[in-house]
């Protein structure tokens, strides 16, 4: 029975200065010819479609149909593919490569994602940044849409590759609140990390079993396990 992390992919392992925001501006603006660059809506911890939906509310006064989340789907991919290879300004955060390789090397973890990105684009971000081959499973924002079911997703894949796993084995990594609440309506525990937006009191509000600051501490993160 192996120990089951489930890891948020932005503010927990990669930072980016808008490699994939502006993708997706780009793609906006190219099927609605809609400048939205000056729209504010919360994104940390939220998932793709919900952010899309804000978006499309507040620009075109209507949410967008399936056909339409497609088709800005496909061009942002194809914009983020771009972006990651003429001007990415995203990195993996200091410390979640060398946390993560560690863990690999561990042998009796088995590590996913649990991630607000449409799968796509979680890959492409994780690929970029040499992040990918650790990870063989996930929850996306691709067939649901709400973090708790995407959790529950990538739960339900760990159970499946291990049956003998259990709850108790599974821990959620992540740098907001979201993750922290998705993880109790799971049943499952979590960890929270300060490399987002979000402080230690915030994540503490939430109930994690613990806060980390970074991934630099290795041994401090193997604690909570
Ligand atoms: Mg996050």
């Not at 948020?8 to 994939?20: F, K, M, N």
């Not at 809506?41 to 209507?62: E, F, M, P, Y």
Request: hydrophobic share 40%.
């Amino acid at each position: 029975m192996k120990k089951v992390i489930l890891f948020d992919i932005d503010g927990t392992l990669v930072r980016d200065e808008g490699s994939a925001g502006g993708a997706f501006l780009l793609a906006f603006k190219t099927i609605f010819n809609k400048d939205i660059s000056t729209v504010k809506v919360s994104k940390a911890g939220r998932t793709d479609v919900a952010i899309i939906q804000d978006v499309a509310q507040v620009t075109l006064n209507r949410p967008l149909e399936l056909e339409e989340l497609i088709l800005l789907n496909n061009l942002y991919i194809d914009n983020l593919t771009n972006n990651l290879i003429s001007n990415s300004t995203m990195q993996s955060i200091p410390g979640a490569l060398e946390l993560v390789t560690k863990l690999h090397s561990l042998g009796d973890l088995l590590l996913g994602i649990q991630t607000g990105n449409v799968e796509q684009a979680a890959w492409l971000k994780l690929k970029h940044c040499q992040l990918d081959h650790y990870f063989s499973f996930g929850g996306f924002c691709t067939g649901q849409h709400e973090r708790h079911l995407i959790v529950k997703s990538a739960i339900d894949q760990a159970l499946h590759i291990d049956p003998s796993n259990t709850k108790e084995n599974i821990l959620i990594v992540g740098d907001t609140p979201h993750d922290i609440t998705a993880a109790h309506e799971n049943g499952v525990s979590s960890i929270g990390v300060t490399t987002g937006h979000h402080t230690s009191e915030e994540l503490l509000q939430a109930k994690p079993l613990g806060v980390v600051e970074n991934f630099m501490n290795i041994e401090e993160f193997l604690n909570f396990l």
